[in-house]
């Protein structure tokens, strides 16, 4: 009850192809590149990269032009090596800043081309970045310039309390207007 041979060998290159198949979608689906894609490197090093991740995409104009391929601690900054697609330039003056894509979407490196004059090479370094904006940091700024412009507006309030304003010289007319019809503006009266 054994198998013939040819029958072997047609289940053998169906289990090939199936194997073939899942490590090809394995490959697309985790954004895993089986060969490396034509194109150079270039590094930014930012302050803060919260939120973003490898895969990200990079951008100019909102273009992509680009991915994040990796981010590690350099010099305690974080260093992003970006890889940019083989055709575009980016100048040495450009700046890399880390965007949201809405209020609380995902990260990406956004690149706003400058006046230079020489273009970065394999290896280059974009010099000029800016940050990720973290949210919750924002909302503490917020709740507590809230709470500080509160109690600045009542230490002001106490100190008028303790220093009241000066009164008017003795020499000075005091002048008053009334005005007892709200919808006629010629009854006013001044009185000395």
Avoid: C, W
């Avoid at 083989?86 to 081309?113: E, H, N, R, T």
């Amino acid at each position: 009850m054994y198998a013939s041979r040819t029958t072997q060998l047609i289940v053998g290159i169906f289990a090939l192809f199936g194997i073939l198949a899942l490590v090809y979608l394995s490959a697309r689906l985790g954004r895993v590149a089986l060969f490396p894609p034509p194109g150079y490197t270039l590094y930014a090093n930012f302050d803060n990269v919260s939120g973003l991740k490898p895969g990200d995409q990079v951008s100019i104009a909102g273009v992509g032009v680009g991915k994040v391929m990796k981010i590690e601690l350099h010099n305690y900054r974080a260093q992003v090596t970006l890889h940019i697609d083989p055709g575009v330039q980016i100048d040495d003056q450009a700046i890399a800043a880390i965007k949201s894509s809405g209020l609380i979407g995902d990260k990406f490196v956004a690149i706003a081309l400058g006046p230079g004059e020489h273009d970065l090479q394999n290896g280059g370094v974009i010099r000029h970045t800016e940050s990720s904006v973290v949210l919750e940091d924002l909302i503490g700024q917020l709740i507590n310039g809230s709470t500080a412009g509160a109690s600045s507006a009542a230490s002001s309030a106490n100190s008028a309390a303790v220093n009241p304003a000066p009164a008017a010289s003795p020499g000075a007319a005091a002048t008053s207007t009334s005005n007892p019809n709200p919808k006629s503006g010629a009854d006013q009266i001044t009185v000395p």
